[in-house]
Nanobody, 121 residues
């Protein structure tokens, strides 16, 4: 069992920045897919960013490419999402999630409870 706890959400004005963190109750992340998703009211859940620890490759949704950065601190067991140049369209509840294998495009096994990000214009 893996437990994920997000933090760092909040309210920010357009153009601002936030960093989300996800504490992971796992001692090793070898060959795992770790991702951030978001879901806004009335919209489908969207994968925002992903990192695969097997080769440290990353994926970003077109909507956040160049503005968001995903990273993993193995020592601190923390997944982060640095979000810059935020716009009201980024308003959503953000979730971290993990797959304990390399199939990053499939459904994720473990999820955090989510943290709200609200961007005002």
């Amino acid at each position: 069992q893996v437990q994920l706890v997000e933090s760092g959400g909040g309210s920010v004005q357009a153009g601002g920045s936030l960093t989300l963190s996800c504490a992971v109750s796992r001692n090793t992340f070898s060959g795992y897919c770790l991702a951030w998703f978001r879901q806004a009211p009335g919209k489908e859940r969207e994968k925002v960013a992903r990192i695969y620890t097997g080769d440290n490759s990353t994926y970003y949704a077109d909507s956040v490419e160049g503005r968001f950065t995903i990273s993993l601190d193995n020592d601190k067991k923390t997944l982060s999402l640095q979000m810059n140049s935020l716009s009201p369209d980024d308003t959503a509840k953000y979730y971290c999630a993990i797959r304990t294998d390399r199939w990053c495009g499939l459904s994720y096994s473990y999820w955090g409870q989510g943290t709200q990000v609200t961007v005002s214009s």
